[in-house]
């Protein structure tokens, strides 16, 4: 952290005149400088391309230290919520800011199971998707629609909470089943009131009238954790696009919407998806040598980088990722199974930990080197896996746009430029 000598102001000369900016200091410990004087004081603004220097908001939801690879939600560290939770509750949690008792997780859970049904209009979307429609973007319009569905509780703010939460998380999970379905051509299986969060998705996925599927307790335990796991990371790409549709006063399913867009791109959440295809690249193209692999990562006259490596805030370790890794090993051990892209990512995180051009940029496995991995072991296929992700982030855009909504100093979200184009000129 920066020495500012508990000072609350900071100083900043422009040409003659000297401005002075309030300090902000958040709970642990961290500084920001209150810019949102500077433009009307000094004409000035600033530059930072891809907000890398930015705070837009105060926040008391997720708490990243990335420097010493610490992840807490609301205050508890993400290997206790992974360890001891179920992802329900985190959901609440970070919705809600406290964990729920017995009484209240229990309202919760069965508020899931009676909105988990999709309305049957909207069902019949799924017969006009083509069978290679990528599931992110079945359920990007399936998030938008349900507000054409329930516009009674389309509005903004704090009311229906519990109703928008449940939709959401119940109804995204039935809608990313039913697009796996689809896109395989098998009969679309409905919730099950008996089975938890976790089972019922898997037995939404897998069960057919000819294989009575029951969902297995290694799966289910898995998916819990990498739920909780994907549920929340602060002002990343995707909860700043929730977020900046919010702003505008869009409805909240409108933004998710548009987060899970935003989560579907190679270099935020879709990572986990190319993970694989890169790794199985790797066995057919070049042969398993690691080596070649990452001497083109390297090379910076070649586009490629090494999927699931590098992350924005995390300078060390991704807390995630170790959690990943560990669960990873454990499903395979369990289920009896070998992967050979398991070996090969293995043979490949070593390289990078022991090469100098990662380690000085601080680059390491990130939550999707290993989450893919794990997917596939549970037999989620490939063009899932950022579904998965998906379902895993809902409580934490939620949580994130309503956030928004309560502050105070809430405003549109509008950033400026620097305008580098012609100056005026006359046609002809
Ligand atoms: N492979 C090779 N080189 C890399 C990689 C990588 N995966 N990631 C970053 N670098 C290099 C860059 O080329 C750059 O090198 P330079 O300083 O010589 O120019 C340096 O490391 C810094 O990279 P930036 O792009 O400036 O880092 P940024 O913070 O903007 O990007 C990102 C972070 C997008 C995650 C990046 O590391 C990346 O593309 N990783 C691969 C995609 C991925 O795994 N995404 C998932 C992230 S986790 C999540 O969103 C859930």
Request: charged share 25%; glycine share 6%; net charge neutral.
């Amino acid at each position: 952290m920066p020495d500012v000598n508990n000072e609350d102001v900071a100083e900043l000369k422009i040409g003659e005149k000297t401005v002075k900016l309030p300090i902000i200091r958040g709970s642990e410990a961290e500084v920001g400088i209150d810019i949102r004087t500077l433009r009307k004081e000094t004409g000035c603004i600033t530059y930072d391309p891809g907000f890398v220097n930015t705070g837009c908001c105060k926040s008391d939801i997720t708490f990243i230290d990335g420097e010493e690879g610490i992840l807490r939600y609301r205050g508890y560290d993400i290997n206790d919520l992974a360890d001891k939770c179920q992802f329900i509750d985190v959901a609440y949690l970070l919705v809600h800011g406290k964990l729920p008792n017995k009484k209240k997780h229990q309202a919760f859970s069965s508020h899931l199971n009676n909105h988990s049904m999709i309305h049957e209009d909207m069902r019949h979307f799924f017969d006009n998707y083509p069978d290679h429609a990528h599931p992110m973007a079945t359920l990007s319009a399936m998030a938008v629609s349900l507000s054409s569905f329930y516009p009674e509780l389309e509005s903004s703010r704090k009311e229906n909470v519990d109703f928008k939460v449940t939709r959401l998380l119940s109804k995204m999970r039935t809608a990313a089943a039913f697009s796996y379905n689809k896109s395989i051509g098998h009969p679309i299986v409905q919730p099950r009131h008996d089975l938890t969060y976790c089972e019922n998705f898997l037995n939404m996925m897998f069960w057919t009238p000819v294989n009575d599927y029951k969902p297995d307790p290694v799966c289910a335990k898995a998916l819990n954790k990498l739920l909780i796991l994907h549920a929340d990371h602060e002002q990343n790409c995707s909860a700043s696009v929730v977020k900046m549709v919010g702003s505008s006063g869009a409805n909240l399913y409108a933004s998710i919407s548009a987060g899970i867009c935003a989560l579907w791109g190679p270099l935020h959440g879709g990572a986990n998806q190319h993970v694989i295809e890169m790794l199985e690249r790797i066995i057919k193209k070049d042969k398993g040598d690691v080596k070649k692999v990452i001497e083109r990562a390297k090379d910076k006259n070649n586009s490629f980088r090494l999927m699931g490596v590098g992350h924005r805030v995390y300078k060390s370790y991704d807390p995630r990722a170790k959690v990943a890794k560990q669960m990873c090993k454990d499903v395979l051990d369990q289920m009896g199974l070998k992967d050979p892209l398991v070996d090969l990512a293995q043979e490949l995180e070593e390289a990078v930990m022991a090469d100098d051009y990662f380690q000085s940029r601080s680059l390491y496995p990130n939550i999707d080197f290993y989450t893919g991995l794990t997917y596939r072991a549970m037999g989620i296929p490939t063009d899932m896996f950022t579904v998965m992700f998906a379902i895993g982030r809902i409580p934490g855009w939620i949580a994130q746009w309503l956030e928004m909504h309560e502050d105070p100093h809430g405003r549109i979200g509008r950033p400026r430029q620097i305008y580098t184009g012609p100056t005026q000129r006359e046609i002809g």
